[in-house]
């Protein structure tokens, strides 16, 4: 019997035989319903004997631990129901306990599940855990309960308190040594700090969590007070639990960014809490490598792999943790190209990571090395974006992601002897014919700066367009600011977005996702683009696209919108504002309306507003709302914890004082990235009806604070 995908092709190359009317008939297999319910799989995990592996399946807010074999098909573990209040269920970190048997977290308690079929069960004695980890012999179980360090014996059931922190101060991302004798976890304060609206009255409150006095501890199974170092909390890709990871029985390997964002130290620290540098970066602008890097120690803990671009682009290095010098330092990866996603194999002699190719940065391959010899080998080489490799216990094989023109983020398996990759999981709905999904094309065009630099991007044109008319377009820009698009499906948080672009090509609309400077992926000087000028010269890059896609004939020069999230969402305010009449329409999800607010991700970028005031006053939307002339849709989740929802409320306060029209959509629980499958049918459709509206046929604007509440189905009551 032929499988879905083997039928849906055949019918594709039958109907492409048969004729141009019958292709057109069979190739609109792309609804709003159907991108909706695409699941996304994340945090694979080998089994200890290599055989089987673990990993999250979202089903868009439905996340459930599967179980798959190389060459087999995946088996849920687990299949809790949903929340009735937020409509989603969730799985936290997961670690395999024997080559049966996982332990997971799931509503602040610790659950087991074995591999055999049995259903899980909550481990009792473990309600209220927010954190955990297990020794590596898998005997103990290190945990955080109500702001404190436990631990267990997980057969036993036996328990002790480690650490009596004060009041205030909370353990977090426990993790013993390999020989069991320490445990190592960060510490921090926090506060619900009270945000300034005076629109709100005396009534209405708005508080934003914030954490401060960040500390990492190191504290001995038997007894003693901890030693508490200050910290920066790690950050820049440290992979393991939290902002450190165990190197030797005697010392970890952590991580730390100053305040300003231009220094970066990778220590090694005793634990008796002395410590040294090992590697230090420093960065006139700021440490910039965000292309899937990675820090993390060997397991023998003789070395230890990280990113860094002090050649001018993101690189894998490795230094012994020995080294007396940063000469000692080996660059595994070389060139005019981005690397990441470093991860060592079991015996520690070969790493593997990520990499794009000279020319070509929408895409990654992944590479083995052999530290000791220098041999390099390149194991996937499938066009896509191949991405988070990690070895199997026995050193024989890879697990990694792929996300592909054909499909999004998959789970797949490769032999390191040559072997062909395996795809492992399948995660589009099975009404969307994979046959109709359009792959991007990279393009460059000139930005409008008085640089005219070339500007990166994709370009995404349905195969049947008729080209001889002219049609509507859209530039969609990236989030994070430093982030990036690819030649496929995007591998991250953006994943959504590229669904939801591709039922907008299948309905005649051109859609244009650029690069602009800041993006990932790119030489650090292009990441570094807009230092100290975020929504300048950048924006200048977006208008660019827009000029490039008026020169396309089959684009209606007077036809395009724009569109973005969380940054981008920032770009588009800026956009609307900057050149207000550039655009026909705008949608703005969830983006910053002003950098005021201080975070660590614009202070490196931007300074504070009392270090750089002029250049916070000119990247603030919300202080030039008075130039919109266009329409403008708004879009945000109030659990947003990336871009405060007092962003938006700013920007609606302002647009209304203002007299100016707008459409408005809030999603009451709902997260930074719409990830809800009812959330997201009801944003995609108000998103493509505005499109079509203002793109594809005249329409009068809406009234002035015209709010728009979603709607439950009849059917499923969602």
């Avoid at 300003?260 to 090992?278: K, M, P, Y």
């Avoid at 072997?419 to 995660?427: I, K, Y």
């Amino acid at each position: 019997m032929l499988s879905r995908r083997v039928l849906s092709s055949a019918i594709f190359s039958m109907a492409v035989m048969l004729g141009t009317g019958f292709l057109c008939a069979q190739t609109k297999s792309i609804t709003i319903e159907n991108v909706s319910d695409i699941k996304y799989p994340t945090a694979q995990q080998w089994s200890p004997d290599s055989k089987s592996i673990a990993f999250l399946w979202d089903a868009a807010g439905k996340q459930d631990l599967f179980l798959v074999r190389p060459g087999g098909k995946p088996v849920a573990l687990t299949s809790f129901p949903l929340n009735p209040a937020m409509l989603q269920s969730d799985i936290g970190r997961f670690e395999w306990a024997s080559d049966q048997q996982i332990i997971f977290a799931r509503d602040r308690g610790l659950w087991t599940v074995s591999t055999n079929g049995e259903k899980p069960q909550p481990l009792a004695g473990f309600e209220g855990v927010s954190s955990f980890s297990l020794s590596r012999d898998k005997q103990q179980i290190a945990f955080v309960r109500k702001g404190q360090v436990w631990i267990a014996n997980l057969h036993a059931h036996t328990e002790r308190l480690l650490t009596h922190l004060p009041v205030g101060l909370n353990a977090n991302a426990p993790g013993f040594s390999p020989d069991a004798r320490f445990v190592a976890f960060t510490a921090s304060r926090s506060e619900d700090a009270l945000l300034p609206l005076p629109f709100n009255g005396e009534r209405l409150k708005v508080y934003q969590n914030s954490a401060y006095d960040t500390y990492l501890g190191i504290v001995s199974v038997f007894g003693g007070d901890p030693v508490m170092l200050p910290s920066s909390g790690g950050g820049g890709g440290l992979r393991g639990m939290g902002a450190h990871q165990w190197a030797t029985n005697d010392a970890l390997v952590h991580q730390e960014l100053s305040a300003d964002r231009r220094t970066r130290e990778i220590r090694v620290t005793q634990t008796d809490g002395s410590t040294r540098v090992l590697w230090r970066s420093f960065d006139a602008k700021w440490f910039t490598p965000t292309d899937g890097p990675a820090t993390v120690a060997s397991p023998d803990g003789k070395w230890v792999a990280f990113v860094d671009d002090r050649s001018g682009w993101p690189h894998v290095y490795a230094i012994p943790t020995d080294a007396k010098d940063q000469s000692e330092a080996k660059e595994i990866s070389k060139g005019d190209l981005g690397a990441g996603y470093a991860a060592w194999s079991e015996d520690s002699q070969h790493l593997a990571f990520a990499h794009s190719t000279v020319g070509n940065q929408m895409e990654r391959f992944i590479d083995v090395t052999d530290v000791r010899t220098g041999e390099v080998k390149t194991v996937v080489k499938s066009r896509g974006v191949n991405i988070n490799p990690s070895f199997s216990p026995d050193g024989t094989m890879l697990a990694y992601s792929r996300a592909a023109v054909e499909h999004p983020l998959e789970v797949y398996s490769i032999t390191l002897n040559g072997g062909t990759p395996t795809r492992l999981t399948d995660s589009l709905p099975a009404s969307l014919n994979p046959a109709d999904l359009t792959a991007p094309v990279p393009v460059h065009y000139a930005s409008r700066a008085a640089d005219h630099q070339q500007v990166p991007a994709t370009l995404i044109v349905a195969k049947d367009l008729d080209k001889t008319k002219k049609h509507p377009a859209i530039i969609w820009i990236h989030g994070s600011g430093a982030d990036q698009n690819y030649l496929g499906w995007h591998p991250g948080a953006y994943r959504m977005y590229y669904a939801i672009h591709q039922y907008l090509v299948q309905q005649g609309y051109v859609v244009l996702t650029p690069d602009y400077r800041g993006s990932s992926g790119y030489s650090r000087a292009w990441t570094q683009g807009h230092y100290m000028d975020l929504g300048g010269t950048e924006s200048e890059d977006v208008a660019g696209g827009a000029d490039y896609l008026k020169t396309l004939p089959y684009v209606d020069p007077d036809r395009i919108g724009v569109w973005g999230l969380s940054y981008g969402g920032f770009m588009t305010l800026q956009a609307v504002t900057t050149t207000p009449q550039l655009f026909r329409c705008a949608i703005d999800v969830a983006g910053v309306g002003d950098w005021a607010t201080h975070t660590p991700w614009s202070i490196g970028r931007m300074g504070t507003s009392v270090s750089n005031p002029e250049g916070h006053e000119r990247s603030a939307p919300v202080r030039h709302l008075s130039k919109l002339e266009r329409p403008l849709l708004i879009l945000q989740g109030t659990n947003d914890v990336n871009v405060p929802f007092i962003q938006t409320l700013a920007v609606v306060d302002q647009l209304e004082k203002l007299g100016k029209p707008f459409e408005l959509a809030i999603y009451p629980g709902e997260i930074h990235f719409f990830r809800r499958s009812y959330v997201l049918r009801d944003a995609w459709k108000r998103s493509v009806d505005f499109f079509d509206r203002y793109l594809k046929e005249e329409a009068p604007a809406p009234s002035v604070g015209e709010v728009a509440v979603p709607e439950k189905s009849e059917a499923t009551g969602q």
